[in-house]
């Protein structure tokens, strides 16, 4: 999908008002996540083809309501879990990446996010990377904050985050790679 659409206007407060309620439900589906960010950065000129995606997502939720977030008591099984992907150059306007993550605390989503990368990168491997460093911020704060609520055995030891890029993860081990990804440095 790109900014021009297929050039067929619509109502923007109409659309504006579509993306503000999907953005409302992405509090407990953090499957939409993704795509309500995406259809969130049309919203100055909106088209045709960018309505008929919003209403595909209603659509999709409509199907879909009896599925959510769900939380399970707390047990012995506590650890902060984190999943991260992207997608490379995935915008066609800018060629930009979107980077997402997502956590889970005792089987249920607790944090997600689905953001346009700052800059464009050169390979997956670096998307990747950049997405991963991003996720490993948030779980900083992540681990601080259950620290301070009492959730200390959730904290002990590493946290497990899932890439699924193995340059990625190969880069991420190994620190003399590092010489070879100057591009990532800078």
Not at 23 to 30: C, D, E, K, N, V
Request: hydrophobic share 40%; net charge positive.
């Amino acid at each position: 999908m790109s900014r021009a659409g297929d050039g067929l206007p619509v109502n923007p407060t109409e659309y504006k008002r579509l993306v503000g309620n999907l953005l409302y439900a992405t509090a407990t589906r953090p499957d939409l996540m993704y795509v309500v960010c995406l259809l969130s950065r049309y919203m100055e000129n909106p088209t045709r083809q960018h309505m008929l995606a919003a209403k595909r997502v209603i659509r999709y939720l409509k199907g879909t309501l009896s599925m959510g977030v769900w939380y399970k008591r707390r047990n012995e099984e506590t650890k902060l879990l984190g999943y991260t992907n992207s997608n490379y150059a995935g915008d066609v306007d800018d060629w930009k990446s979107t980077s997402g993550y997502t956590f889970f605390l005792v089987g249920g989503v607790v944090s997600w996010a689905s953001k346009k990368q700052l800059v464009v990168t050169f390979s997956t491997t670096e998307v990747e990377f950049v997405v991963t460093s991003f996720c490993a911020a948030q779980c900083v704060w992540m681990r601080r904050v259950l620290e301070q609520i009492g959730w200390k055995k959730s904290v002990a030891g590493a946290t497990k985050m899932m890439c699924d890029n193995s340059s990625a993860i190969k880069l991420t081990k190994n620190p003399v790679l590092y010489g070879r990804s100057k591009h990532i440095d800078i």
